[in-house]
């Protein structure tokens, strides 16, 4: 089959959008490649890079055919043989990133920024045409319920009729929800009076888009583009901005027979789930101001200053209350009934026992250290104390000539040898005096023997 007879093929990852240019450089590369294939359809892929692991899959259709490959900008990406149980060889810079998938899908993983450009997929005689943009969008976080600023910039030129676009990309379609264009803003009807942007802000390259009263389907990547006299779409400063919006959660803890009060709108709805596997039952739905409650509410509920106030609160009433808007979820509210007098925190008191326990444990630890240092001080001083006695008793009974019971005084000192230290000499003093011509002993029968012995 001819090129220019080849069927056109439609698939959707991120919202595609049918001849599509890339800025820069990257529209030079399309344009060529559209000369060369010019009745083949470019679909343009749009893929996030997050900071954890991004992926993309460019989708084809093959009925069948022996070798499926794959292109990037001209160069080989990744070529497989059906026939020898999927052998492929896979091109530089793509190592262990790409594979084939089901049919004949270009799976990559992890992205990298460097990705982006033209992709050319062949299978048998159908073919497919890729234009892979990446983006690292800005993150917006707010709650449901609060305002939002995505913020774009650009430098316009003077005197040029201006045209920007923002757009909201889905996994389906692209939704235009603010177009400037003749001096006029047009939006999405689901989002007119919800969304806005300032005219004297574009005069100072401030194209930002304002949400008021976000909701939580306004969550999505957003695109920001802007072009003079209807040229050819840029983007802004930044390009993207994905905008995340969470419903709001509440821990309370209510006293039985108190009132808990639930922020709410003149048209919302609010349901009750005990827990577990409890469906949730419809609480009350607000319109106009006025609530419909169940009986169980009967008397207890009232409605005023955008407050839904239920009193007498009981134990029966401990669950999740959850507030939607046109069937968004806008709050959650997990409330805990308590009694008089119980400890409102608990996650307070934890925190107080964990505090005891712990400083128990180090007093344990200090006393223990202590009572070993002073065991081991008292055994060292007591053995420094007997080994010094031996050597005094030995001293004394080599001066006077007393003999000593070898087998009962030898061993201990032999014994206590190890741990005595040397003792000077000099320290030990034996005084004599003349030996008595009628004495055997060579010491005056009166008078003791002295021994100094410095102690340590």
Same mark, same amino acid.
């Given at each position: 089959?001819?090129?220019?007879?080849?069927?056109?093929?439609?698939?959707?990852?991120?919202?595609?959008?049918?001849?599509?240019?890339? /800025?820069?450089?990257?529209?030079?590369?399309?344009?060529?490649?559209?000369?060369?294939?010019?009745?083949?359809?470019?679909?343009?892929?749009?893929?996030?890079?997050?900071? #954890?692991?991004?992926?993309?899959?460019?989708?084809?259709?093959?009925?069948?055919?022996?070798?499926?490959?794959?292109? *990037?900008?001209?160069?080989?990406?990744?070529?497989?043989?059906?026939?020898?149980?999927?052998?492929?060889?896979?091109? *530089?810079?793509?190592?262990?990133?790409?594979?084939?998938?089901?049919?004949?899908?270009?799976?990559?993983?992890?992205?990298?920024?460097?990705?982006?450009?033209?992709?050319?997929?062949?299978?048998?005689?159908?073919?497919?045409?890729?234009?892979?943009?990446?983006?690292?969008?800005?993150?917006?976080?707010?709650?449901?319920?609060?305002?939002?600023?995505?913020?774009?910039?650009?430098?316009?030129?003077?005197?040029?009729?201006?045209?920007?676009?923002?757009?909201?990309?889905? #996994?389906?379609?692209?939704?235009? =929800?603010?177009?400037?264009?003749?001096?006029?803003?047009?939006?999405?009807?689901?989002?007119?009076?919800?969304?806005?942007?300032?005219?004297?802000?574009?005069?100072?390259?401030?194209?930002?888009?304002?949400?008021?009263?976000?909701? /939580?389907?306004?969550?999505?990547?957003?695109?920001?583009?802007?072009?003079?006299?209807?040229?050819?779409?840029?983007?802004?400063?930044?390009?993207?901005?994905?905008?995340? =919006?969470?419903?709001?959660? *509440?821990?309370?803890?209510?006293?039985?027979?108190?009132? =808990?009060?639930?922020?709410?709108?003149?048209?919302?709805?609010? %349901?009750?789930?005990?827990?577990?596997?409890? /469906?949730?039952?419809? %609480?009350?739905?607000?319109?106009?101001?006025?609530?419909?409650?169940?009986?169980?509410?009967?008397?207890?509920?009232?409605?005023?200053?955008?407050?839904?106030?239920?009193? *007498?609160?009981?134990?029966?009433?401990?669950?999740?209350? %959850?507030?939607?808007?046109?069937?968004?979820?806008?709050?959650?509210?997990?409330?805990?009934?308590?009694?008089?007098?119980?400890?409102?925190?608990?996650?307070?008191?934890?925190?107080?026992?964990?505090?005891?326990?712990?400083?128990?444990?180090?007093?344990?630890?200090?006393?223990?250290? =202590?009572?070993?240092?002073?065991?081991?001080?008292?055994?060292s001083n007591e053995v420094r104390m007997g080994a010094l006695a031996g050597q005094c008793d030995g001293v004394q009974r080599e001066e006077t000539g007393v003999p000593s019971d070898t087998t009962q005084a030898e061993q201990p000192t032999k014994a206590t040898a190890l741990f005595v230290p040397e003792v000077d000499e000099s320290q030990l003093s034996v005084p004599l005096t003349e030996t008595s011509s009628h004495s055997p002993l060579p010491f005056r029968e009166k008078e003791s023997v002295s021994v100094g012995v410095d102690m340590p």
């Amino acid at each position: 089959m001819a090129l220019e007879e080849m069927p056109s093929h439609t698939t959707s990852l991120l919202g595609l959008a049918k001849s599509e240019i890339l /800025p820069g450089a990257g529209k030079s590369l399309l344009n060529d490649t559209l000369s060369s294939r010019l009745n083949t359809e470019i679909k343009e892929v749009i893929a996030v890079l997050q900071e #954890t692991q991004s992926d993309v899959t460019l989708r084809c259709e093959c009925n069948s055919s022996s070798v499926i490959k794959w292109t *990037h900008n001209d160069e080989l990406v990744i070529q497989c043989e059906v026939d020898h149980g999927l052998k492929c060889k896979v091109g *530089h810079g793509f190592t262990n990133r790409v594979k084939i998938g089901k049919n004949c899908d270009l799976i990559i993983s992890p992205l990298q920024y460097t990705d982006q450009g033209v992709y050319y997929g062949t299978c048998g005689d159908q073919r497919f045409d890729y234009s892979l943009v990446v983006l690292v969008p800005r993150v917006v976080n707010v709650s449901a319920g609060e305002s939002a600023v995505l913020r774009c910039y650009a430098v316009p030129t003077a005197n040029r009729k201006l045209y920007n676009l923002w757009e909201k990309v889905d #996994t389906e379609r692209r939704v235009q =929800v603010l177009q400037f264009k003749n001096e006029n803003f047009s939006y999405e009807p689901k989002l007119k009076g919800r969304v806005w942007a300032s005219k004297d802000g574009y005069s100072r390259g401030d194209y930002s888009m304002h949400i008021t009263k976000a909701l /939580p389907s306004d969550h999505g990547l957003y695109l920001c583009r802007y072009s003079e006299e209807e040229s050819d779409l840029s983007r802004g400063d930044p390009n993207s901005v994905l905008l995340n =919006v969470q419903a709001k959660n *509440h821990a309370l803890e209510i006293k039985v027979g108190d009132s =808990v009060n639930i922020p709410v709108t003149d048209l919302a709805e609010v %349901t009750f789930t005990r827990g577990g596997d409890t /469906p949730p039952e419809v %609480t009350c739905s607000v319109k106009g101001g006025k609530p419909e409650c169940s009986s169980k509410y009967d008397g207890r509920i009232t409605v005023g200053n955008n407050m839904l106030t239920l009193t *007498h609160f009981s134990l029966d009433d401990g669950g999740v209350y %959850t507030l939607r808007e046109e069937g968004e979820v806008f709050s959650i509210f997990n409330i805990t009934a308590i009694h008089h007098g119980e400890t409102q925190s608990s996650s307070t008191t934890n925190i107080v026992r964990i505090c005891i326990v712990a400083l128990i444990g180090v007093i344990l630890v200090v006393v223990i250290v =202590v009572v070993c240092k002073y065991l081991s001080k008292r055994h060292s001083n007591e053995v420094r104390m007997g080994a010094l006695a031996g050597q005094c008793d030995g001293v004394q009974r080599e001066e006077t000539g007393v003999p000593s019971d070898t087998t009962q005084a030898e061993q201990p000192t032999k014994a206590t040898a190890l741990f005595v230290p040397e003792v000077d000499e000099s320290q030990l003093s034996v005084p004599l005096t003349e030996t008595s011509s009628h004495s055997p002993l060579p010491f005056r029968e009166k008078e003791s023997v002295s021994v100094g012995v410095d102690m340590p």
